[in-house]
């Protein structure tokens, strides 16, 4: 049998969840009256969907793009201090 706490726990983030849809389904709605508007303007909605998804994706990838690009940097530094270690190494051994 459940205990009446795990119950009140189970109800209350149901109720969260569908707080949020609720909130989500009125920001949907907010944001269609944008577009309404935008294209009552003359703006293409399909092309400022695909703009802003564009820009939410490289918000998302931005954290992603840095570590990639820091991890790019570690390794062509190591590179070049290994490549020319072993560099230095073929020209003694040419001497």
Do not use: C, W
Request: net charge negative; hydrophobic share 40%; aromatic share 6%.
């Amino acid at each position: 049998m459940e205990s009446p706490v795990a119950g009140q726990r189970l109800a209350s983030f149901i109720d969260r969840i569908l707080t949020v849809h609720r909130e989500q389904d009125e920001l949907n709605g907010v944001k269609k009256e944008i577009y309404a508007e935008a294209a009552g303007e003359g703006f293409d909605k399909t092309a400022m969907g695909a703009l802003v998804r564009e820009l939410r994706k490289a918000e998302k990838d931005s954290g992603k793009a840095a570590e990639q690009a820091e991890l790019l940097d570690l390794y062509r530094d190591s590179y070049h201090r290994a490549a020319s270690h072993v560099g230095a190494h073929i020209r003694e051994a040419a001497e």
